[in-house]
């Protein structure tokens, strides 16, 4: 079974700073590995995801994330948070299709980001 | 180009009544998901559909949930004799390749289904 795990509730950050919210997963074989956001009251907006090669994935509004194989995680970060960079951010896996898992993605139980001036 | 759209934004029922969810996936899109978010149970995958493939029912928590697909188009997502337990939101996403490397899911905006 595949799973994911966001140990954090909520990040605090102030606007200019840096920012990172966790994620690790478990899954057998390769992982897909996604992050989406969601802002109040709308469906779930696509921000990056990786699949195979650099471990340093580029997305949206100057999101990226690092794919660390040995450590299980895929960590979303931003170098200089915005305050609208304030939502409810959601990590999902998916197997690989080599590894039967299907194409349903698991989510995590969400990180609310708080960014403040 | 449009997203993914879903009727009605809002749905407030009755215990016992039976209702219908519709998405309308981006177009081109081959495969299309539900998935469901609730407070107690997060955001869980329900049904998915591939082109002409039997669905992966797999999430449906009960036989009350049922959907259809038409060809590669509108989805219908029907609950029948709601429970107040229902009360979510139902999302649905469709993506352009199906399992692929490329595969990326898009959601649309969601039903709030609220159950008295």
């Known amino acids: 079974a595949q799973s994911v795990a966001q140990p954090e509730d909520q990040v605090n950050v102030a606007e200019g700073n840096p920012l990172t919210v966790k994620c690790t997963y478990s899954?057998?074989?390769?992982?897909?590995l996604f992050w989406y956001v969601q802002y109040p009251n709308r469906g779930l907006q696509f921000l990056l995801k990786?699949?195979?090669?650099?471990?340093l994935v580029k997305g949206s509004y100057g999101f990226e994330a690092e794919f660390n194989k040995s450590q299980t995680s895929f960590h979303l970060k931003k170098p200089s948070a915005l305050v609208s960079d304030s939502a409810l951010y959601f990590c999902?896996?998916?197997?690989?299709?080599?590894?039967?898992?299907?194409?349903?993605?698991?989510f995590g139980t969400g990180t609310q980001l708080k960014v403040e001036l | 180009g449009a997203g993914v759209s879903q009727s009605p934004s809002n749905k407030v029922t009755e215990k016992g009544k039976d209702v219908e969810l519709r998405c309308d996936p981006i177009?081109?899109?081959?495969?299309l998901y539900w998935y469901r978010q609730s407070l107690g149970q997060g955001l869980e995958f329900l049904i998915y559909?591939?082109?002409?493939?039997?669905?992966?029912k797999s999430g449906l928590p009960s036989d009350r949930f049922s959907a259809e697909r038409t060809g590669e188009s509108v989805s219908t997502l029907t609950i029948q004799r709601t429970q107040q337990e229902d009360s979510a939101v139902y999302l649905c996403?469709?993506?352009?390749?199906?399992?692929?490397?490329?595969?990326?899911?898009?959601f649309g905006p969601g039903t709030r289904l609220l159950v008295l």
């Open positions: 990786y699949i195979t090669g650099d471990n």
């Open positions: 899954v057998s074989g390769n992982p897909y």
């Open positions: 559909f591939q082109g002409n493939s039997a669905p992966d």
């Open positions: 177009s081109g899109h081959t495969a």
């Open positions: 999902a896996v998916r197997a690989s299709r080599l590894t039967g898992g299907g194409n349903k993605l698991t």
């Open positions: 996403a469709s993506s352009l390749v199906a399992g692929g490397t490329q595969e990326t899911q898009y």
